[in-house]
T-cell receptor
Framework: AQSVTQLDSQVPVFEEAPVELRCNYSSSVSVYLFWYVQYPNQGLQLLLKYLSGSTLVKGINGFEAEFNKSQTSFHLRKPSVHISDTAEYFCAVSLSGNTGKLIFGQGTTLQVKP | DAGVIQSPRHEVTEMGQEVTLRCKPISGHNSLFWYRQTMMRGLELLIYFNNNVPIDDSGMPEDRFSAKMPNASFSTLKIQPSEPRDSAVYFC??????????????FGDGTRLSIL
């Protein structure tokens, strides 16, 4: 069975500092990987996705993630965060079949402080 | 383009009442998902449809919950009778599966349900 683990439930960071949100997955088959962001009182919004090819994926709002197959990780990074990046971030995997069903991690709350 | 539209945005009702949540997926999307989000349990998939047909309802908590998709542009999630432990934010998401599993899901803004 597939699973996703987000290693940190909360990540506090000062504005303009770099940040890394960690995500590990387990799967015996090929997967697609996604990061979503949820702002307060809103639904989830796609940040970026890894399907194949280059292991470094760039997304919206200056975020990027690196797929590491040997470590089964897909960590999210941003070199300099803003107050507006304060939100909850979800890592998710989808099997490479056609169901589109996502397995979500537990979420990481990013708290950007001035 | 219009995104996934959910209604109502907020619902407060008393225990025992029937609750109906509504979702309009993005036009052209042929998969629809219902999720529940709580502090304790996080984001849970309740049920999903492909081409209006329920594919996996293993996440539906119990018989009090039911979901329908009568056509490609509308789905409902019904709770009858409702209980306080059903209080949560319910999300609907849709996606296109014409290119396989690599298409992302698009989420609505959710319905915040409070059962008193």
């Amino acid at each position: 069975a597939q699973s996703v683990t987000q290693l940190d439930s909360q990540v506090p960071v000062f504005e303009e500092a770099p940040v890394e949100l960690r995500c590990n997955y387990s799967s015996s088959v090929s997967v697609y990987l996604f990061w979503y962001v949820q702002y307060p009182n809103q639904g989830l919004q796609l940040l970026l996705k890894y399907l194949s090819g280059s292991t470094l994926v760039k997304g919206i709002n200056g975020f990027e993630a690196e797929f590491n197959k040997s470590q089964t990780s897909f960590h999210l990074r941003k070199p300099s965060v803003h107050i507006s990046d304060t939100a909850e971030y979800f890592c998710a995997v989808s099997l490479s079949g056609n169901t589109g069903k996502l397995i979500f991690g537990q979420g990481t709350t990013l708290q950007v402080k001035p | 383009d219009a995104g996934v539209i959910q209604s109502p945005r907020h619902e407060v009702t008393e225990m025992g009442q029937e609750v109906t949540l509504r979702c309009k997926p993005i036009s052209g999307h042929n998969s629809l998902f219902w999720y529940r989000q709580t502090m304790m349990r996080g984001l849970e998939l309740l049920i999903y449809f492909n081409n209006n047909v329920p594919i996996d309802d293993s996440g539906m908590p119990e018989d009090r919950f039911s979901a329908k998709m009568p056509n490609a542009s509308f789905s409902t999630l019904k709770i009858q009778p409702s209980e306080p432990r059903d209080s949560a934010v319910y999300f609907c998401a849709s996606r296109s599966n014409t290119q396989g599993g690599n298409q992302p899901q698009h989420f609505g803004d959710g319905t915040r349900l409070s059962i008193l």
